[in-house]
């Protein structure tokens, strides 16, 4: 049964719900967000060109005279990535950094690290709340957590996306292949990731890898680094004009349909609505998400 304190509060209604979708039960952190971010971007807070980019590109967009308003800082959280909001918190946060009605850069800076932090206690708290006795969570659980998080990603893709986490994470693994056979400790005709895959799937996943695994989930929108691939393969294809984007009324489809899945007008329309597409160019960033929505549907069609 879901844990209250793992759901996010149910957002407001905003003056652009055309832009939102429902919050799901365990808010994702917002793509572009890297476990690593505040080591390889230390930022000087009053001076936005030293933030970590997507909190730069964010700022310019609804920064006017160096402030920006209370009432944008749901924009600026959307442009930074985060793709749902909890209003309440943004109204309280914003009130707890200062009392006027537009907060300068510092105050912003201060007022976007407040809000992240309390995204990522939530995202911990869901794995500690699942973690076993040797604090590690089941491949089970974790399919749980991302579904929890409003990504629907199949097992092979959960499991491509430990294997890329586990690896990211212990760059000493690849020293293995070279230093257990002379061990002894490896049969010849089995590889060393062959068998420290069967025992992280066995064990569990750390919070290490877990923290990596989200940061790959999100980013990804929840694809495996060949699905990913193949979906900008198929994107470039169609960009004939090479735009970075696509016309929605001539190329969506089509493009849907060469990847070998079947689309009708009414989902398509349907898809580019839960994507957040409402101009008549789809970029790749949009289409994957886009994608994401699609096998979304087709995955509850098939349970």
Known sequence: E???RDRAPSPVPTSRPQRRTSAPKIMPP??????SEETEWPARPSDPSSWAPRLQGAYRQVAEDDRVLKERLDDMLYAA?????????VFQLAASVSEQPHLVASEVFLFIQRY???????VTRAFKRRASVNNKISFTKLEEISQDMGFTPLPHSI???????????NEGTNHAEEIFPELGYVHRNRRVSDILKGIKHKDGVSMQVYLKFIELLVNREGFSKA???AI???FRKFD????GGIQVANEIKLIIHWLGFYIDSQMSRKLLEDASVHSGVVTLSAFMRLMRSHRATEYAHTR
Do not use: F, M, Y
């Open 116 to 122: 992240e932090e309390r995204v990522i206690e939530g």
């Open 2 to 4: 879901e844990n209250e």
């Open 240 to 243: 004939r004009d090479n735009t």
């Open 227 to 229: 699905e990913a691939r």
């Open 81 to 89: 990535g985060h793709r749902h909001t909890w209003e309440q918190a």
């Open 30 to 35: 917002p793509k572009g967000w890297s476990v």
């Open 159 to 169: 499991s491509q996306l430990i294997d890329e986490a586990t690896q990211a994470v």
């Open 232 to 234: 900008e393969r198929a």
